[in-house]
T-cell receptor, first 116, second 115 residues
Framework: GAGVSQSPSNKVTEKGKDVELRCDPI?????LYWYRQRLGQGLEFLIY????????KSGLPSDRFSAERTGESVSTLTIQRTQQEDSAVYLC??????????????FGSGTRLTVV | AQKVTQAQTEISVVEKEDVTLDCVYE???????LFWYKQPPSGELVFLIR??????QNEISGRYSWNFQKSTSSFNFTITASQVVDSAVYFC????????????FGTGTRLQVFP
């Protein structure tokens, strides 16, 4: 597609439930990133994919968080047993390549997750 | 460790005023990239500029200008003759090049431009 697409745009879930957030990157973008933005805060890096592998997962806050990418395209971020502190906007971004010259990312509009 | 500091959490100006958003960074890399992104109320981050650490020339794009000073590790952003549509949160970011290109973001500066 023309841009990075994320779904759902909003998600309200009960504490303890699992949620799945989806990201469709720009076609042909091999690098994909997930970031989290808590209310009034900057963006925190979660995980980076190059193709279908994730060489950097250093930002995942706990083992309740996992992500996968298939077909060098769609990525899913899964949060198990959600907690109230997981409430945030989850942003996905993609870029053409993560090596060599780097021109920055294109971000999606994010998924606003609210855990009640 | 790499770090980006945006000390101004919120700035309010009246339309047509000039405003400068500060960004100070820390890195041990000799090669790095600096970015500014705009996040309007809609939430989507909009890329504004990318600057290579070897290029210290200041840049102007319309009403926007950027002042990169390696000596003070600063990459400040000035909006001239601000407009209501400039109201947004602005993020400065630093990348780890030749690795994952992970971006390290500052906490952002909320700019409100009043008519």
């Amino acid at each position: 597609g023309a841009g990075v697409s994320q779904s759902p745009s909003n998600k309200v879930t009960e504490k303890g439930k699992d949620v799945e957030l989806r990201c469709d990157p720009i076609s042909g973008h091999t690098a994909l990133y997930w970031y989290r933005q808590r209310l009034g805060q900057g963006l925190e890096f979660l995980i980076y994919f190059q193709g279908n592998s994730a060489p950097d997962k250093s930002g995942l806050p706990s083992d309740r968080f996992s992500a996968e990418r298939t077909g060098e395209s769609v990525s899913t971020l899964t949060i198990q047993r959600t907690q109230q502190e997981d409430s945030a906007v989850y942003l996905c971004a993609s870029s053409l390549d993560a090596t060599g010259e780097f021109y920055g990312y294109t971000f999606g509009s994010g998924t606003r997750l609210t855990v009640v | 460790a790499q770090k980006v500091t945006q000390a101004q959490t919120e700035i309010s100006v009246v339309e047509k005023e000039d405003v400068t958003l500060d960004c100070v960074y820390e890195t041990r890399d000799t090669t790095y990239y600096l970015f500014w992104y705009k996040q309007p109320p809609s939430g989507e981050l909009v890329f504004l500029i990318r600057r290579n650490s070897f290029d210290e020339q200041n840049e102007i794009s319309g009403r926007y200008s950027w002042n990169f000073q390696k000596s003070t590790s600063s990459f400040n952003f000035t909006i001239t003759a601000s407009q209501v549509v400039d109201s947004a949160v602005y993020f400065c970011a630093l990348s780890e090049p030749y690795n994952t290109d992970k971006l390290i973001f500052g906490t952002g500066t909320r700019l409100q431009v009043f008519p």
